[in-house]
């Protein structure tokens, strides 16, 4: 997967910097964990 | 640019997941299910494949019918191919080939005199990144799934953030000072020896130093994060990431395979892949691959990973005032910014969960390792599937051997523990549990004793079943983070590793991983 093939982010991630994808995992976290603290 | 293709396969994919969940339900599979030994993870089945599939159902029609414009819609939505595809090579994966091959493995036995499934580490997460690793170098991933695979680094880090939620803080307490230690040791070591050699070998400065962070820190997002500062040429960044993947990939499938034959347990191996393998990634796959059917490797591989990262911008301070003093007219560096923009946030978020979980909102309070204290006879005494009464108090034949061996037992509060025990048939606290742990772990009564007190100790405690739930998301979300990650490992990008980098990276990543088992296997013990 060469690089050049995506205007947006990298080969090895959809988003532009780690700073997002962090954003982006921590933001996925606490939703998953919002939802088994309330159906689980 | 518009990223959704039109292709009939995230819809085919869709439907054969929904289907199999509708067999699994109705129990048209029931013999396969049987045969395969998969019964308990029906649930699973049945969950996973009636969602995976009916999003993908959803999504693969909309992406034959509609017309999509560029755009964050046609951007995000194009991943679900890939995910979908993803997800699809891990059922096949987890709940076909990898107990086919245990039952292969056990078949062949008698004839081989070994078990070559367990010997090779063939589970199913190794079998899942070799099955990306196949797909993307035989085959070439489908250009509608290239979106989805590039979010497996999403998927890893979502499951060590949600890897938080399932530490004690005693847990943390003790793991976390050894972690700094051993880490610190080691990344620090590795990097300067780096330094050093590259400077003798008259490397390029910018090429010494982005190799270091590559092979001392966490792997390729060290390299990315260090290139800047030390003005790294895109070449430069390609041999350091091609030394890491090469060097990765064979810790990944090595490290379990030598650690099962060093009769490694769950924490000394979690130690050592934690502080000896170079790359984030690598160190979940391996942990896993030694220790599939659970999580306890996982969670102090981890430990150290995080640690190791969080070391980061440390070494780009580090590196960027080595590089300064090295090269004239490089720009100084303002350490606080450094700090701020280097900071790995995905930890902070592992400590989000953790702290919450600290609060008890996912298990009662003092859980430790995911277990709660509960020795009231409501969970003493239960029923089985028959309907059948269990009472899990110790019985007659196992406090007669607990009273015999019980004068091994020297320390008092150890003596009072054991004697409580044995007069009410169960632990009677939280104290007398820990205390009778240390027991087990000094190894003072024989292995029958031992094996009384763990009986007593799993009456006791039980697992909650928000933790229950949080280990089945993390196994899966690092489950899809290893196939996407094995497809993301080219022939391509392996081979840009050559010449001087390559020599000096892989000696100096070897010298880490045999240090680092030493050092493991000299002081840390299966204890915590």
Same mark, same amino acid.
């Given at each position: 997967? =060469?690089?050049?093939?995506?205007?947006? &982010?990298? =080969?090895?991630?959809?988003? &532009?910097?780690?700073?997002?994808?962090?954003?982006?995992?921590? =933001?996925?976290?606490?939703?998953? =964990?919002?939802?088994?603290?309330?159906?689980? | 640019?518009?990223?959704?293709?039109?292709?009939?396969? +995230?819809?085919?994919?869709?439907?054969?997941? /929904?289907?199999?969940?509708? #067999?699994?339900?109705?129990?048209?599979?029931?013999?396969?299910?049987?045969?395969?030994? +998969?019964?308990?993870?029906?649930?699973?089945?049945?969950?996973?494949?009636?969602?995976?599939?009916?999003?993908?159902?959803?999504?693969?029609?909309?992406?034959?019918?509609?017309?999509?414009?560029?755009?964050?819609?046609?951007?995000?939505?194009?991943?679900?191919?890939?995910?979908?595809?993803?997800?699809?090579?891990?059922?096949?994966?987890?709940?076909?080939?990898?107990?086919?091959?245990?039952?292969?493995?056990?078949?062949?036995?008698?004839?081989?005199?070994?078990?070559?499934? $367990?010997?090779?580490?063939?589970?199913?997460?190794?079998?899942?990144?070799?099955?990306?690793?196949?797909?993307? *170098?035989?085959?070439?991933?489908?250009?509608?799934?290239?979106?989805?695979?590039?979010?497996?680094?999403?998927?890893?880090?979502?499951?060590?953030?949600?890897?938080?939620?399932?530490?004690? !803080?005693?847990?943390?307490?003790? #793991?976390?000072?050894?972690?700094?230690?051993?880490?610190?040791?080691?990344?620090?070591?590795?990097?300067?020896?780096?330094?050093?050699?590259?400077?003798?070998?008259?490397?390029? *400065?910018?090429?010494?130093?982005?190799?270091?962070?590559?092979?001392?820190?966490?792997?390729? $997002?060290?390299?990315?994060?260090?290139?800047?500062?030390?003005?790294?040429?895109?070449?430069?960044?390609?041999? +350091?990431?091609?030394?890491?993947?090469?060097?990765?990939?064979?810790?990944?499938?090595?490290?379990?395979?030598?650690?099962?034959?060093?009769?490694?347990?769950?924490?000394?191996?979690?130690?050592?892949?934690?502080?000896?393998?170079?790359?984030?990634?690598?160190?979940?796959?391996?942990?896993?691959? !030694?220790?599939?059917?659970?999580?306890?490797?996982?969670?102090?591989?981890?430990?150290?990973?995080?640690?190791?990262?969080?070391?980061?911008?440390?070494?780009?301070?580090?590196?960027?005032?080595?590089?300064?003093?090295?090269?004239?007219?490089?720009?100084?560096?303002?350490?606080?910014?450094?700090?701020?923009?280097?900071?790995?946030?995905?930890?902070?978020?592992?400590?989000?969960?953790?702290?919450?979980?600290?609060?008890?909102?996912?298990?009662?309070?003092r859980?430790y390792?995911?277990?709660y204290f509960d020795n009231s006879?409501?969970?003493m005494?239960?029923?089985?599937? $028959?309907?059948?009464? /269990? *009472?899990?108090h110790l019985?007659?034949?196992?406090?007669?051997?607990l009273?015999?061996?019980g004068?091994?037992v020297?320390r008092d509060d150890q003596k009072a523990a054991l004697q409580r025990l044995i007069e009410n048939k169960k632990l009677m606290s939280i104290e007398d549990d820990d205390t009778l742990r240390g027991v087990v772990n000094?190894?003072?009564?024989?292995?029958?004793?031992?094996?009384v007190l763990a009986k007593a100790h799993r009456a006791v405690r039980?697992?909650?079943?928000?933790?229950?739930?949080?280990?089945?998301?993390?196994?899966?979300?690092?489950?899809?983070?290893?196939?996407?990650?094995?497809?993301?490992?080219?022939?391509?990008?392996?081979?840009?590793?050559?010449?001087?980098?390559?020599?000096?990276?892989?000696?100096?990543?070897?010298?880490?991983?045999?240090?680092?088992?030493?050092?493991?296997?000299? #002081?840390?013990?299966?204890?915590?």
């Open positions: 997967m =060469a690089e050049e093939k995506f205007d947006r &982010g990298t =080969a090895l991630t959809i988003f &532009g910097t780690d700073r997002h994808e962090d954003l982006v995992a921590l =933001a996925v976290s606490l939703v998953i =964990a919002l939802l088994v603290y309330l159906y689980v | 640019m518009v990223y959704t293709q039109r292709t009939p396969w +995230t819809l085919i994919m869709g439907v054969i997941m /929904v289907a199999y969940a509708y #067999l699994v339900q109705s129990g048209a599979l029931a013999g396969v299910i049987k045969y395969l030994g +998969t019964d308990r993870l029906t649930g699973e089945m049945l969950t996973l494949g009636y969602t995976f599939g009916g999003i993908a159902v959803l999504i693969g029609l909309w992406q034959l019918v509609a017309k999509t414009a560029e755009g964050h819609i046609d951007y995000y939505l194009s991943t679900i191919g890939g995910v979908t595809f993803i997800m699809l090579i891990a059922f096949i994966v987890k709940w076909g080939l990898d107990p086919q091959m245990a039952q292969w493995g056990r078949a062949a036995q008698p004839a081989l005199g070994f078990n070559f499934a $367990s010997v090779m580490n063939l589970n199913y997460v190794v079998m899942g990144i070799v099955a990306g690793i196949v797909i993307v *170098n035989v085959f070439k991933v489908p250009g509608w799934a290239e979106n989805g695979v590039r979010l497996s680094r999403l998927g890893l880090k979502t499951g060590v953030i949600l890897l938080g939620a399932l530490y004690s !803080f005693a847990e943390l307490q003790q #793991l976390g000072k050894l972690s700094v230690v051993l880490i610190g040791v080691f990344v620090l070591g590795s990097v300067g020896l780096v330094l050093w050699w590259g400077a003798r070998r008259n490397l390029p *400065n910018s090429m010494t130093g982005v190799l270091s962070a590559g092979v001392g820190v966490c792997g390729v $997002s060290a390299a990315v994060a260090a290139a800047p500062v030390v003005q790294a040429k895109s070449t430069e960044i390609a041999y +350091t990431i091609g030394t890491i993947l090469l060097f990765g990939v064979i810790c990944m499938f090595l490290f379990p395979i030598v650690g099962k034959a060093l009769g490694m347990g769950y924490i000394t191996f979690g130690a050592w892949a934690g502080t000896g393998i170079l790359n984030s990634a690598q160190v979940a796959g391996a942990a896993l691959a !030694f220790q599939p059917t659970g999580i306890e490797t996982l969670k102090v591989a981890e430990i150290f990973n995080i640690t190791r990262v969080l070391f980061l911008p440390i070494i780009v301070i580090w590196l960027a005032i080595w590089y300064v003093k090295r090269e004239v007219g490089a720009k100084k560096v303002d350490v606080g910014q450094v700090l701020i923009s280097k900071f790995p946030v995905f930890v902070l978020g592992f400590i989000i969960l953790f702290l919450l979980s600290s609060t008890g909102i996912f298990a009662p309070a859980h390792q995911g277990a006879d409501k969970v005494v239960k029923k089985d599937r $028959s309907g059948k009464e /269990v *009472n899990n019985k007659d034949p196992d406090l007669q051997l009273q015999k061996e004068e091994k020297k000094a190894k003072i009564l024989s292995k029958e004793g031992n094996a039980h697992t909650a079943a928000k933790i229950a739930m949080f280990r089945d998301l993390i196994a899966w979300f690092f489950t899809f983070g290893l196939v996407g990650l094995g497809m993301q490992i080219t022939m391509a990008s392996i081979r840009q590793a050559g010449g001087q980098p390559l020599v000096i990276g892989g000696i100096v990543g070897l010298i880490k991983a045999v240090g680092s088992l030493i050092v493991v296997m000299l #002081l840390v013990h299966e204890t915590i």
